[in-house]
């Protein structure tokens, strides 16, 4: 039906002294309609001014409001071809659509800047840089407006040049009314022609659609099908009549264009049956549906928010990554305080900033995340804090930020290419003390793809609760996302080349899994986890509570006390604090033979008494009135520790005299008080260089009781030793003296200033340190054990925040801590250590006396911070008694760095397989399930620790054996093994049933493949106890002709730890377009009138995705 009636007339200018006829032509160009409107006009030369053609049309009846039949200002679309006269460079003003004399809605012009501009009353809209724009070429235009809502969520406004869509204004533009006519290439005053071909002009009354933006009318991307790709489409062959409120087609013929029909139609809009002026009842344009001849239908039932009820609840949903669920926690989009809260607390402080379920000193959380939103959509979505130190979240700026709350962003990454309801993996790192790359403190990984961020350390502060929502700036928002597998550890993960590598490989990789995903604890175990939230496999309700959430036991170490004495967590201000004592290892000895430079030894002669002989090549001792001599030594002792033990000590002196009968002489410890002796020492003088005397003379005269004569005062009145030379030994003989070993143990502990040599008898000679013979210097020998010099480590050093180190000075020195083990009591250890490239780690297990070992496992000398040993190894106490865990270097030097040790408690009976019977051999307290003989034996030969491994050479994959045990319901536990395959095959790992435990990410699965390594290599798995049963691990073969050892196998359970779960209330779920029921969210409403076979309901509900996009979010 065609409505419009088009009408034109011209200005005519005096251009020529002729007779002149104005007509408008029909043209065609390369659009694709046959022909459209030429619309021509002149500049004249006075002022710029210009005349023009005239097109234009009524907007028709009024429909309502700003609605009429031919144009609605309220929202739309105007969509044309145009093939301009000009260049775009030309510097002047061409109309090429207005609505109105004075309102412009819909103005789309070119301006003398040289740029396409759509305009809406006073409001410039949009403006574009045509200036390329070629005289001849055909070109296709969309405008598009909207006065209530964003076309983009941000501006009103939209200009599109052949399917490029530029959108701007953020402000509405205001409603204009009272405006009959719509022109076509010129203004209301016929000025400023448009100079162009303008084909298959079409006005809508809503914003097309451009695939992304605008209202969707089910008919794909109209404005890419519109142009399509350059050739042109007319538009109504996308998009039909409706929605139409203006088209210009013409009759598909050139020539002339003249007033009157046949060349535009409208969509028939007054003609809607549903009654009205104009059909506008259908419109729903009267304010209340009874105002437009709307009824309810009886019986039925209409929403009423007043009457409702509203339950909030808490949701896990299953999306896209490997769990079976994930925890939902949405808002009003980009609102304050309008959204769900998940919480749980940090748990108890183990020491400084580590808590039990958050470790602020370094770390990593993983997680996936299947987004409500597209990354583009300029709002805020906090996905992670831990409420005062570290978050995670999406900026307006549309990147993932990784953030010190209310400092700085740590590192960030763009992720305006995310789409709703697709999956992501990420993972952020940090560590405050050691960058993880180098250069750089954090990082970012989104599908494995790594960015690293700040060169600059933090100190870490203590944690508040750990919040999937959080605060930056004031703002309080969601992660409108559903959050699986989200996993957090106390060290930054190992990507492949930086982290921490703790021998599992590359992490991130494994547990991306080329996108299909994996649990993280399949990789890691639950070793340094703090917090992991898995669920428990199940989507539906999620309620405050346990269940749902676990984190290793770290407060259960056995080698840990408290906050101060941290033990095993090597947190505590040095060795002795946190519970270490030091092993000796083997004895050491000393051998002090010094020559006449380093040498000190000397004698004092009573009857030369300002004498001194420290170059002398010998020196003597002597009795006698007035003629005393006695010799003074010293040795340099310094190198042994001062918590060394001595065992044994002899000083040896060669004798240059000689006797035919036997001679005795005695040696004392020369007491502190004479500390300062030196060799320039004479019978008057200690030191006389300072005028020191020694102790014992009295009157400071040097008297009878000079020359360090005096026992008890200048000496020890208990014996030393004693030199004994046996007659008619002659001269050159050396004589060895055992000294007495509480003595020399003071010299160790106290200080050592000397030694005294006195004869009761005639004058007597020795060899000095002088003497050119080397042999024959005096020689003083310790035999000694002492523990190694310990330290805590310094930052550069550290993974985590404490640890300690040692270095050696003997082979097998290290340290210790005990334990009170139970008799029969089954344990597991993990140790993180590292050598200096000389020391060779040992971890070490013994009974009480420290010596007899129970069994141990050796490190290497290769190891680093970064790469460190992971000593992980299993053991049954022989008794119940305080058992010792030693860290040793086996080596007699070098440095040995300890970051932690672990011992917990271990469920399983036997788990290093030392002893079992029968054929096929099975492990005592094990289970065999349909072994045959021969298809299990103990192997000594190859073992991870301990004495024996199980060997399995099953050909059938079934064939197992299992171990049981009862934990409680709800409880989550983690298990490991290490294997060692013959031939690259691979066994089977886990637990018994699916229905009695399971694999904590999936209900259903509760096998895992072994390891394929021919090396020793750990697996793990974290289970959930779903019932009560007596099957919990069970390890198969490889089914395959291959054998396949097993050793040191643990299950303990995991701390259970409790969420808070706090769904939106109904306030906080009230938006502007009506209450958001998310989650389990439950709105109901009374029904009073519906009957069980007939009745209405009628509600409008606004949903935040398509159902096709819904349906990713699982159920």
């Not at 104009?278 to 437009?292: A, E, R, S």
């Not at 789409?419 to 599908?447: E, H, L, P, Q």
Request: hydrophobic fraction near 35%.
């Amino acid at each position: 039906m065609l409505l419009a009636i088009l009408m034109f007339f011209e200005q005519a200018g005096f251009v020529f002294a002729a007779t002149f006829t104005p007509n408008m032509d029909k043209r065609n160009s390369s659009a694709p309609f046959a022909a459209g409107a030429l619309v021509q006009g002149k500049y004249t030369p006075v002022g710029g001014a210009s005349e023009s053609d005239a097109l234009y049309f009524s907007r028709g009846n009024q429909i309502s409001g700003d609605y009429y039949q031919n144009f609605d200002s309220t929202q739309g679309s105007i969509v044309f071809w145009v093939t301009p006269e000009w260049n775009g460079n030309d510097g002047k003003i061409h109309v090429l659509t207005r609505s109105g004399l004075t309102g412009s809605s819909g103005m789309i012009y070119k301006y003398s800047d040289n740029t396409l501009r759509l305009a809406h009353g006073a409001l410039l809209l949009v403006s574009l840089d045509i200036s390329s724009w070629t005289a001849g070429n055909t070109y296709f235009i969309v405008a598009r407006w909207d006065k209530k809502n964003t076309l983009d969520g941000t501006n009103y406004g939209s200009l599109s040049i052949n399917d490029v869509h530029t959108f701007s204004s953020t402000t509405a533009p205001t409603a204009e009314s009272g405006e009959s006519t719509f022109y076509i290439g010129s203004d209301s005053s016929m000025r400023y022609p448009a100079s162009s071909v303008i084909e298959g002009l079409t006005v809508y009354r809503r914003p097309l659609f451009d695939g992304t933006y605008g209202v969707d009318a089910g008919n794909g991307d109209e404005i890419n099908l519109i142009y399509n790709s350059g050739t042109g489409k007319d538009p109504t062959l996308v998009t039909g009549s409706w929605d139409v409120v203006f088209a210009m087609p013409t009759n598909a013929s050139t020539g002339a264009i003249t007033t009157g029909t046949g060349n535009a139609w409208s969509h028939p809009h007054s003609s809607n049956l549903l009654g009205g002026t104009n059909g506008k009842n259908g419109f729903m344009m009267d304010g209340t549906y009874t105002n437009d001849g709307w009824a309810v239908e009886n019986p039925a039932f209409e929403f009423a928010s007043a009457s409702t009820t509203f339950t909030a609840g808490g949701a896990k949903r299953n999306s896209g990554g490997p769990f079976a669920s994930g925890v939902m926690v949405s808002g009003w989009q980009g609102q304050n305080t309008y959204r769900d809260a998940l919480a749980a607390s940090a748990g108890s402080q183990i020491s400084g900033n580590f808590y039990q379920n958050w470790d602020d000193n370094q770390g990593s959380i993983s997680f996936w995340i299947t987004p409500e939103w597209n990354g583009n959509d300029g709002l805020q979505h906090t996905i992670f804090s831990d409420g005062i130190s570290l978050m995670v979240f999406k900026r307006t700026n549309n990147t993932l930020a990784f953030r010190r709350v209310g400092i700085a962003d740590i590192v960030s990454t763009d992720i305006s290419s995310w789409v709703a309801g697709s999956t992501y993996f990420v993972v952020v790192r940090w560590d405050t003390k050691n960058a993880i790359d180098g250069t750089n403190y954090g990082s970012i990984s989104i599908n494995d793809v790594h960015t690293l961020g700040t060169t600059s350390s933090w100190t870490s502060v203590t944690p508040s609760d750990l919040q999937f929502t959080g605060n930056n700036g004031g703002i309080l928002s969601a992660p409108d996302a559903i959050i699986e597998g989200l996993t957090i550890y106390r060290r930054p993960l190992w990507d492949g080349t930086y982290g921490i590598d703790v021998g599992n490989g590359d992490e991130i990789n494994q547990i991306y899994n080329s996108g299909t995903g994996k649990d993280p604890t399949l990789v890691t175990g639950s070793w340094d986890v703090v917090f992991a939230l898995p669920t428990n496999a199940s989507t539906g309700a999620l309620a405050t509570g346990t269940g749902n959430a676990w984190s290793h036991p770290h407060a259960s170490n056995l080698l840990y006390t408290s906050t101060t004495n941290t033990g095993g967590f090597m947190m505590g201000a040095d060795v002795a604090t946190d519970g270490w004592g030091g092993i000796s290892g083997n004895t050491q000895n000393l051998i002090l033979q010094p020559d006449g430079t380093s040498g000190i030894d000397t004698y004092v002669r009573e009857d030369l008494s300002s004498t001194n002989y420290a170059n002398a090549t010998s020196f003597y001792v002597a009795a006698g009135a007035g003629v005393r001599r006695n010799a003074l030594l010293n040795f340099d002792i310094s190198n042994i520790p001062t918590n060394a033990t001595v065992s044994s000590a002899q000083l040896t002196l060669t004798t240059l005299s000689s006797s035919s009968g036997p001679r005795s002489f005695s040696l004392w410890s020369i007491l502190p008080a004479n500390n300062g002796w030196d060799e320039s020492a004479t019978w008057d003088y200690a030191k006389p260089g300072t005028n020191m005397r020694w102790l014992g003379d009295s009157s400071n005269d040097g008297g009878t009781d000079a020359g360090s004569s005096v026992s008890g005062t200048d000496y020890n009145s208990s014996l030393l030793g004693t030199l004994t030379y046996e007659a008619g030994s002659g001269g050159g003989y050396p004589i060895t003296s055992d000294l007495d070993t509480a003595q020399v143990q003071s010299w160790i502990t106290n200080g050592f200033y000397g030694v005294i040599m006195t004869h009761n008898s005639s004058a007597w000679s020795w060899v000095a340190s002088e003497d050119a013979t080397a042999d024959r210097r005096p020689k003083l020998e310790i035999n000694y054990t002492a523990p190694p010099t310990t330290a805590s480590l310094s930052s550069s050093e550290k993974i985590f925040s404490g640890g300690y180190k040692y270095t050696s000075s003997g082979a097998d020195q290290g340290i210790y801590r005990s334990f009170t083990a139970t008799s029969g009591g089954d344990y597991v250890l993990r140790a993180v250590g590292n050598s200096d490239g000389t020391c060779s780690p040992q971890v070490k297990i013994t009974r009480a006396d420290g010596t007899t070992e129970i069994t141990h496992l050796n490190g290497t000398t290769t190891s680093t911070r970064t790469a460190p040993d992971v000593y992980i190894f299993t053991w049954e106490s022989p008794a119940a008694e305080s058992e010792q865990v030693q860290l040793i270097n086996t080596a007699s030097s070098g440095t040995c760095y300890w970051h932690q040790v672990e011992v917990l408690s271990n469920l399983i009976s036997n788990p290093s397989m030392e002893t079992g019977s029968g054929d096929p051999w099975i492990p005592t307290g094990w289970s065999n399930d349909l072994l045959t003989a021969g298809e299990s034996s103990q192997d000594v030969l190859t073992i991870h620790s301990g004495g024996s491994s199980v060997k399995f050479t099953s050909s059938t994959v079934a064939h197992n054996l299992r171990i049981g045990n009862t934990p409680s319901v709800n409880t989550f536990l983690s298990s490991g093994i290490f294997s060692k395959s013959s031939a690259g095959q691979y066994g089977q790992i886990g637990t018994g049933y699916p229905a009695w435990s399971h694999f904590q990410y999936n209900a259903s699965t509760y096998l895992k493949d072994s390891s394929s390594s021919t090396s020793w290599k750990q697996n793990f798995f974290i289970s959930r106890v779903a019932a009560s049963n007596n099957i919990m691990f069970r390890i198969n073969g490889p089914g395959s002709g291959a054998t396949q050892n097993y050793d040191d196998s643990y299950t303990f359970s995991l701390s259970p730890v409790s969420l808070t779960v706090t769904p939106a209330s109904l306030a906080n779920s009230t938006e502007t377009t009506g209450i958001r029921v998310d989650g389990t969210d439950m709105l109901t409403q009374p029904i009073t009138n519906l009957t069980a076979t007939s009745g209405t309901a009628r509600f409008k509900y606004t949903p935040r995705h398509s159902f096709a996009t819904a349906d990713l979010f699982g159920v």
